[in-house]
Nanobody, 113 residues
């Protein structure tokens, strides 16, 4: 059974930082591309960042230079380091394993003063 469990969300002031984690089980993690998506209130779920099994990364234009995705294959975990947070980054963030069509439950990130 595939499980993706996100953690690390919360309330942060503009300009602050958060690191999200996603622990995966039930998949061959080292051979799996992993992604972070987000859904802002009233909007569709959009790609934030993707990391391939070889470590190549891809980012949405809105987060380039501020967010960094990484993975630890020994821990079956993918991370999203978010710096320079803006109010428009407020959303529920989801971990995704495209090859398994599996999603985590989401973690809320709120950027507000």
């Amino acid at each position: 059974q595939v499980q993706l469990v996100e953690s690390g969300g919360g309330l942060v002031q503009p300009g602050g930082s958060l690191r999200l984690s996603c622990a995966a089980s039930g998949i061959i993690f080292s051979l799996t591309d992993m992604g972070w998506y987000r859904r802002a209130p009233g909007k569709q779920r959009d790609l934030v960042a993707l990391i391939t099994r070889t470590g190549s990364t891809n980012y949405a234009d809105s987060v380039k230079g501020r967010f960094a995705i990484s993975r630890d294959n020994a821990r079956n975990t993918v991370y999203l380091q978010m710096n320079g947070l803006k109010p428009e980054d407020t959303a529920v963030y989801y971990c995704h394993a495209p090859g398994y069509n599996s999603w985590g439950q989401g973690t809320q990130v709120t950027v507000s003063s």
